[in-house]
C-alpha cells in the first residue's frame, strides 16, 4: 500500500470559525465550497495540505481533534499569529517554547480543536 497524503475532515457547529482560524488566521485558500447549502463544507488548501471544514452541530459536539502543523519558520508563523489573531493562541502554549522531545511548539485553539505548530 502506498499513501500520499492525509486529508482530515473537521466538524464545527459554526463553519465561520474553522474559516477564520484556516482562511484568516493560517492563510490557507478556498480550494472548494458549498457553504450557502443545507449543510455548509469546504475543503481548504495550503502548500498540498488538504482539510474539510464540515458545518455539522451534533458531530461537532462529539469529536474535538487536535493535531500538529510541522513548519521550518516557527518564528515566522508565530509573529504573524500572535499579532494578528492573539485571542486564538492557547493559554497553555501561548509562547514558542522548546520542549523536551526537542521541538518547538506553540498553540492555537478555537472553540473545536487544538492545532500545535512545530518546528523540530
Not at 499513501?3 to 488566521?25: E, Q, R
Not at 488538504?50 to 516557527?74: M, S, V
Request: proline content about 5%; overall charge negative; some cysteine.
Amino acid at each position: 500500500m502506498n499513501f500520499t497524503k492525509l486529508v482530515p475532515s473537521i466538524f464545527y457547529a459554526d463553519i465561520k470559525s474553522g474559516l477564520k482560524i484556516f482562511i484568516d488566521c493560517l492563510e490557507f485558500t478556498m480550494g472548494h465550497q458549498e457553504l450557502q447549502t443545507a449543510n455548509p463544507f469546504c475543503l481548504v488548501e495550503k502548500n498540498g495540505l488538504r482539510i474539510y471544514l464540515f458545518q455539522n452541530k451534533e458531530l461537532a459536539g462529539q469529536f474535538h481533534p487536535e493535531f500538529r502543523l510541522e513548519t521550518n519558520d516557527i518564528e515566522e508563523v508565530y509573529n504573524k499569529v500572535s499579532s494578528k489573531f492573539p485571542e486564538l493562541l492557547h493559554p497553555n502554549l501561548s509562547k514558542v517554547t522548546l520542549r523536551p522531545w526537542g521541538a518547538k511548539e506553540f498553540a492555537l485553539i478555537d472553540e473545536q480543536l487544538g492545532i500545535i505548530v512545530q518546528q523540530w
